[in-house]
């Protein structure tokens, strides 16, 4: 099945420092993928959509300037979490949609984020 | 407004059959998913439904009934490995999927 690979698994940084994630396609082209927070215990929440070669359509609440999305190939799409801050740490996920008519997501493996 | 509801909870025991209830309200319906998560762990996919009825998938079958926006996950001859949260998630008009809470599964020797 198709393989989406997310990079670094797990992140710890000093406050005020910004992160950068990345989520790629490894043998599809995903015109759209998705960003996704998830808190311990609790359900995914999506962050933002994002369109190959657009601006991403962020989420109500999610702050577009401190979250920004990348989505610059068919393969490739980055989150950076700028001045990072403790609260912002959390299990980033992305998912990619396959091609096809079912819309199946095929999600990276997660990244954990530690602000200290 | 967009509702998933799926119980919070559920435990079972190694070797028995499991039935994972959700209801749903959307704006718009193009099928529901399932998908299976490991503590600590992103979601896997484990079956899409567009059409009413049973889809069997080896241990797991799924079943949608699209008047009632109700769907069910079946799990038969439940191994240790199966506790995780199961989410239901059906997609709306826009082909967004809308996410559950999921259920936490059990399982007990």
């Known amino acids: 099945g198709a393989v989406v690979s997310q990079h670094p698994s797990r992140v710890i940084c000093k406050s005020g420092t910004s992160v950068k994630i990345e989520c790629r396609s490894l043998?599809?082209?995903?015109?759209?993928m998705f960003w996704y927070r998830q808190f311990p215990k609790q359900s995914l929440m999506l962050m933002a959509t994002?369109?190959?070669?657009?601006?991403?359509?962020?989420e109500q609440g999610v702050e577009k300037d401190k979250f920004l999305i990348n989505h610059a190939s068919l393969t490739l799409s980055t989150l950076t979490v700028t001045s990072a801050h403790p609260e912002d740490s959390s299990f980033y996920i992305c998912?990619?949609?396959?091609?096809?008519?079912?819309?199946?997501?095929?999600f990276g493996e997660g990244s954990r984020l530690t602000v200290l | 407004g967009q509702n998933i509801d799926q119980p919070t909870e559920m435990t079972a025991t190694e070797g028995a059959i499991v039935q994972i209830n959700c209801t749903y309200q959307?704006?718009?319906?193009?099928?529901l998913f399932w998908y299976q998560q490991h503590a600590g762990e992103a979601p896997t996919f484990l079956s899409y439904?567009?059409l009413d009825g049973l889809e069997e998938k080896g241990r797991f079958s799924s079943f949608l009934s699209r008047s009632k926006g109700y769907s069910y996950l079946l799990l038969k001859e439940l191994q240790m490995k199966d506790s995780a949260s199961y989410l239901c998630?059906?997609?709306?008009?826009?082909?967004?999927?809308?996410w559950g809470a999921g259920t936490k599964l059990i399982i007990k020797p």
């Open positions: 439904n567009v």
């Open positions: 998912s990619a949609k396959g091609q096809g008519d079912t819309g199946e997501l095929f």
């Open positions: 998630a059906p997609m709306d008009s826009n082909y967004q999927l809308i």
């Open positions: 043998d599809f082209q995903a015109t759209t």
């Open positions: 994002s369109n190959e070669g657009s601006k991403a359509t962020y």
């Open positions: 959307t704006s718009g319906f193009n099928g």
